[in-house]
């Protein structure tokens, strides 16, 4: 398709060249020969008046004609410098055309591949999203076809599909909201509003959103914050800080501590989440920020309540809407400090 399309795209690029090319062409060539015949006729008009005051042809003086080789010569060459034209306009643009063939399908290469990218991009995207969508939609239905085919079943039975259905709808609920964050910070290139606000703020909401599953698993998360101001956007920025608080609770076993430390280094706002849980291994750590990318250790480990991978693509999407970084440090079965890097 690509190709195909690559090839089209040229062939619109060389006929719009053409018509420029040929339209000039013509207007140059007409321009020249008229030129070239005013000159031919102002020429013929000075030889017969310089015939008429000449010895050399008395027979004809008087009579007002110019002798005939002499006309045929003037002919002869007005058409040949009509016909030299001619063949250097042709030439001038058959060299437009194979110079502008191979521009143009350069250029259309160019043209077209962020398009493709993005369109590849996409399909990836939608094809991973349904992988990940057929995986509880799968045992919810199967679960339910069993319920419906046996007859015998109690209502406790009954009770306990609902409740397990009920938590497959609720993994699909998140994953679907995860799916549509990561598209919105996908396709918008700036964060909706941005404005002046305290850091410490956000660091303090964000720790109040995972403050359930912290202290479901008694992990502390202790704060080092220095007062910093930045141009941010309060939602996004929150959504990076829970995601990365939300890991650093949910990858670690249970009493451990998490610690959030701000501080400011120049024009950058440097945030440092640490945690001593199951760190990441050198195998993984490149590809951890990927979409759907669930580390070897996270599965292994049974990490409940583990996500689909998407939190930190999130995040770095919406980092880079702040032109800022995102890096990750890590030790097996020590724990990991993810950074973020914004600019003030
Ligand atoms: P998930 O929703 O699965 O947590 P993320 O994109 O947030 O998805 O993380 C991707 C993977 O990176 C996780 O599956 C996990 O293996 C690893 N990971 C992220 N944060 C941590 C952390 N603090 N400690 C250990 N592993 C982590």
Same mark, same amino acid.
């Given at each position: 398709?690509?190709? &195909?399309?690559?090839?089209?795209?040229?062939?619109?690029?060389?006929?719009?060249?053409?018509?420029?090319?040929?339209?000039?062409?013509?207007?140059?060539?007409?321009?020249?020969?008229?030129?070239?015949?005013?000159?031919?006729?102002?020429?013929?008009?000075?030889?017969?008046?310089?015939?008429?005051?000449?010895?050399?042809?008395? #027979?004809?003086?008087?009579?007002?004609?110019?002798?005939a080789?002499?006309?045929?010569?003037?002919?002869?060459?007005?058409?040949?410098?009509?016909? =030299?034209?001619?063949?250097?306009?042709?030439?001038?643009? /058959? !060299?437009?055309?194979?110079?502008?063939?191979?521009?143009?399908?350069?250029?259309? !290469?160019?043209?077209?591949?962020?398009?493709?990218?993005?369109?590849?991009?996409?399909?990836?995207?939608?094809?991973?999203?349904?992988?990940?969508?057929?995986? #509880?939609?799968?045992?919810?239905?199967?679960?339910?076809?069993?319920? *419906?085919?046996? =007859?015998?079943?109690? *209502?406790?039975?009954?009770?306990?599909?609902?409740?397990?259905?009920?938590?497959?709808?609720?993994?699909?609920?998140s994953? &679907?909201?995860?799916?549509?964050?990561?598209?919105?910070?996908?396709?918008?290139? @700036?964060?909706?509003?941005f404005?002046?606000?305290?850091? $410490?703020? /956000?660091?303090?909401?964000? @720790?109040?959103?995972?403050?359930?599953?912290?202290?479901?698993?008694?992990?502390?998360?202790?704060?080092?914050?220095?007062?910093?101001?930045?141009?941010?956007?309060?939602?996004?920025?929150?959504?990076?800080?829970? @995601?990365?608080?939300d890991?650093a609770?949910?990858?670690?076993?249970?009493?451990?501590?998490?610690?959030?430390? $701000?501080?400011?280094?120049?024009?950058?706002?440097?945030?440092?989440?640490?945690?001593?849980?199951?760190?990441?291994?050198?195998?993984?750590?490149?590809?951890?920020?990927?979409?759907?990318? =669930?580390a070897?250790?996270? =599965?292994?480990?049974?990490?409940?309540?583990?996500?689909? !991978?998407?939190?930190?693509?999130?995040?770095k999407?919406?980092?880079?809407?702040y032109? !800022?970084?995102?890096?990750?440090?890590?030790?097996?079965?020590?724990?990991?400090?993810?950074?973020? /890097?914004?600019?003030?």
């Open positions: 398709m690509f190709h &195909s399309a690559r090839l089209k795209l040229t062939a619109w690029y060389l006929v719009i060249i053409m018509l420029i090319s040929m339209t000039f062409s013509v207007v140059i060539y007409r321009v020249l020969i008229s030129e070239v015949e005013r000159f031919e006729h102002v020429q013929r008009l000075r030889l017969e008046r310089r015939l008429q005051n000449s010895d050399l042809f008395a #027979p004809f003086n008087g009579l007002n004609i110019v002798p080789p002499l006309l045929q010569v003037n002919f002869e060459l007005v058409e040949e410098v009509k016909q =030299r034209v001619l063949f250097i306009l042709i030439l001038v643009n /058959c !060299g437009i055309l194979i110079l502008s063939g191979a521009f143009g399908y350069l250029l259309a !290469g160019r043209t077209l591949t962020p398009i493709k990218e993005m369109i590849d991009e996409q399909n990836r995207f939608i094809s991973d999203a349904s992988h990940e969508l057929r995986t #509880p939609l799968t045992s919810l239905k199967s679960a339910l076809e069993v319920y *419906l085919r046996d =007859r015998s079943q109690t *209502l406790s039975e009954a009770k306990t599909l609902a409740r397990e259905s009920i938590i497959e709808v609720n993994k699909l609920q994953l &679907s909201e995860s799916l549509l964050q990561l598209a919105r910070s996908e396709n918008s290139g @700036i964060p909706p509003k404005e002046l606000i305290s850091l $410490t703020h /956000c660091v303090k909401e964000a @720790i109040h959103k995972v403050l359930p599953l912290s202290k479901k698993k008694k992990i502390s998360v202790k704060e080092k914050l220095e007062d910093i101001h930045i141009y941010a956007n309060e939602h996004s920025l929150i959504d990076v800080l829970v @995601i990365l608080l890991n609770v949910k990858y670690s076993s249970i009493g451990r501590n998490v610690l959030i430390k $701000t501080e400011k280094k120049d024009v950058i706002a440097q945030i440092n989440i640490t945690d001593e849980g199951i760190g990441i291994s050198k195998k993984d750590l490149p590809h951890v920020f990927e979409r759907f990318y =669930r070897d250790s996270a =599965r292994s480990k049974g990490v409940s309540n583990g996500g689909y !991978g998407l939190g930190l693509a999130i995040a999407k919406i980092i880079a809407t032109k !800022g970084s995102i890096y990750v440090e890590s030790e097996v079965d020590k724990g990991s400090t993810f950074t973020v /890097c914004l600019p003030l």
